[in-house]
C-alpha cells in the first residue's frame, strides 16, 4: 500500500477524517456479536435478576445502544451518524456458560455503521463484567466480530460461517 492509498492521512502525514460529502445517503445497516464467559454463579445471578447491582442484561442493553450513539465520541476519525435503529440481543447458553451478544444498528447515510454495531457489543459486554465484577473477575470477553454489513458503494458483505 503506498501513501496515496492511506484514506485518514493528508498528504504531510497529518490525520484527518474522511470527506464523505460526495459519497450517496444510502441505507446501512451492520450487525456484530460478542461473547463473554462467565463462572456459572455469575451466569447464575444473571438468569435470577439477582447481581447487587440491577438487572445485568437489561443494564447491559441500554450501555450498548448508549455506546453505538457515541462511537463517534470514542473512536478517533469515526464520523457521528444519526442513528435510525439499534437492537440488542443477548444470548444464555448455561451449558458454556456464557452470553452471547448480537447488535444491528441502521442509519441512513453516507457512511457504514460497522463500528457503531462493534461498539454496541464491546459496550454492553464491558458492562455485564462491570456489573458482575463481585462475583466473578476471571470473565473473559471473546470473539467480537462484524457479522454483516449492506448498504453504500460496496454492497452486502457477511462473514462466512
Request: proline share 2%; hydrophobic share 40%; net charge neutral.
Amino acid at each position: 500500500m503506498s501513501d496515496d492509498d492511506l484514506t485518514h492521512v493528508d498528504a504531510v502525514g497529518n490525520a484527518r477524517m474522511v470527506d464523505v460529502g460526495d459519497k450517496a445517503v444510502t441505507t446501512r445497516t451492520a450487525t456484530a456479536r460478542g461473547t463473554i464467559s462467565l463462572s456459572r454463579s455469575a451466569l447464575q445471578a444473571v438468569i435470577d435478576r439477582s447481581a447487587k447491582k440491577g438487572d445485568v442484561l437489561t443494564i447491559a442493553q441500554i450501555a450498548g445502544i448508549t455506546g453505538a450513539k457515541r462511537t463517534a465520541d470514542l473512536i478517533p476519525l469515526c464520523h457521528p451518524l444519526p442513528l435510525s435503529g439499534v437492537d440488542l440481543t443477548f444470548e444464555i447458553d448455561e451449558v458454556r456458560s456464557c452470553i452471547t451478544c448480537r447488535a444491528t444498528v441502521r442509519t441512513d447515510g453516507r457512511t457504514g455503521v460497522e463500528m457503531e454495531a462493534l461498539t454496541a457489543v464491546s459496550t454492553a459486554l464491558l458492562t455485564v463484567y462491570d456489573m458482575l465484577k463481585a462475583v466473578d473477575r476471571t470473565m473473559t470477553l471473546s470473539e467480537i466480530a462484524l457479522l454483516h454489513k449492506a448498504g453504500g458503494r460496496t454492497g452486502t458483505w457477511r462473514r462466512d460461517g
